[in-house]
């Protein structure tokens, strides 16, 4: 997608058998790009958040994978890779699957030809993300145009959590990917913005990506939507996924439960959209399985941002000396959630719904 007209991604290989990413860390405030040296450079920049969203982590990884090959292709030497990739954020299940994947492509292989291999099965995965989303955002807008038609000649207004946008995956995003075809499609769209704290990520890199993209979107405070679903201005809230069950339960960014019960008292439709690769077929139980990532507390007593005079800062917002506890996510229950859009279309947040498009899992 765009960023000052330039068609953007968030993640790609250098000639120089290195991988260049977007440093997200910074954004809105500055367009820096970072570069990943080796597997030592991909764990923290997962680890620090400079690359975040559950299928950008699993592209990371993947490419963080073909770094430690060019390092050290030996069994031990990957085997330590992959355990330590695998540590670095726990929630999104993309992480594990891109790993799993690489492991199986790279085991079977001699040594001496699991560089290439890594390299190109990391580039592969990276455009079958795009593929993936893109898709996603063709069923998505289908889905948005039927509530346009329910309302001719009116603004859809749609309620997104967190950041689930290209800026989450390697192009187009995932519960952003319908709002930028339905753009396409010429459909009036107004998005309403969760800012999302401790981080910030709606009103950071959702906003600023809706911004790039020229779609009309307002920043609310986390604890606004439930008041805008009982008025009426909200047809639509539409989220990404860090780990969808095999029955159909959603973990995402902490706050999401909260927006899909006012969603549910207000009879909103609440949709989910994520690819194949967030889902986790060996979990039925969100609620007691998914592990949920417990972040510092120094994300929720401080800030950063850019001050008034133009430089950036951190400011303290808590009181002194309180404690504070950052849970990153929140489980969904799939009786909560109206359906799930994936790169293979729509179904319901059930075991025989996912079953019904991915047969084979
Ligand atoms: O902590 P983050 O920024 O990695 O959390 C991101 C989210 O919760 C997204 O909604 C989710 O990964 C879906 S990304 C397409």
Redesign the pocket.
């Known amino acids: 997608m765009l960023i000052g007209g330039q068609p953007t991604r968030t993640i790609w290989p250098t000639a120089e058998g290195a991988v260049e990413i977007l440093d997200q860390s910074r954004l809105p405030h500055e367009v820096v790009t970072v570069r990943l040296e080796g597997l030592a450079d991909a764990a923290a920049a997962i680890s620090e ?1 400079k690359v ?6 699993g592209v990371t990884a993947a490419y963080g994978m073909a770094l430690a090959a060019s390092e050290d292709p030996s069994d031990p030497a990957l085997a330590a890779a992959r355990a330590r990739l695998t540590a670095t ?1 726990p ?2 299940v993309n992480l594990a699957w891109a790993l799993r994947r690489m492991s199986e492509v790279l085991a079977p292989l001699p040594p001496a030809h699991r560089e290439a291999a890594a390299w190109a099965e990391a580039f592969i995965m990276a455009n079958e993300d795009v593929a993936a ?1 893109r898709a996603i955002g063709e069923h998505g807008a289908d889905l948005i145009g039927e509530i346009a038609a329910r309302k001719p000649g009116e603004t859809v207004n749609i309620l997104t ?5 290209w800026l ?2 390697v192009d187009w ?3 952003l990917a319908p709002i930028y075809v339905a753009q396409e499609r010429g459909m009036a769209l107004h998005v309403w913005v969760d800012e999302t704290r401790p ?1 910030n ?1 709606g009103a950071a ?1 959702t906003a600023f990506e809706l911004g790039q993209q020229g779609i009309d979107h307002t920043i609310i405070v986390d604890n606004a939507g439930g008041h805008l679903m009982q008025h009426d201005q909200v047809d639509l809230c539409l ?4 780990r969808v069950t095999g029955a159909g339960d959603v973990a ?2 902490i706050g ?1 439960y909260l927006k899909a019960l006012a969603a549910k008292d207000n009879g909103i439709p609440f949709w989910v ?2 690819p194949g690769s ?1 889902i986790d077929w060996a979990m039925d139980d969100g609620v007691a399985q998914i592990p949920i ?1 417990e972040r510092s507390a120094h994300e929720v007593t401080h800030l950063w941002g850019a001050l008034e005079d133009g430089t950036f800062g951190v400011v303290q917002v808590s009181a002194p000396g309180s404690a504070a506890a950052n849970p ?2 929140d489980v969904t229950p799939a009786r909560l959630v109206s359906g799930l859009i994936t790169e293979r279309g729509r179904c319901s947040a059930t075991a025989a719904g996912l079953r019904g498009l991915f047969a084979e899992a």
């Not at 959590?161 to 946008?165: P, R, S, T």
């Not at 989220?239 to 860090?242: L, R, Y």
Request: charged residues 15%; proline residues 3%.
């Open positions: 958040m975040r969203g559950a299928p950008l982590i954020r929630t999104a989303c959590h967190c950041n689930a946008g989450a995956t995003g995932t519960a981080r990520q890199l989220v990404g996924a860090d995402n960014k999401t959209a994520a967030t990532e990153a996510f």
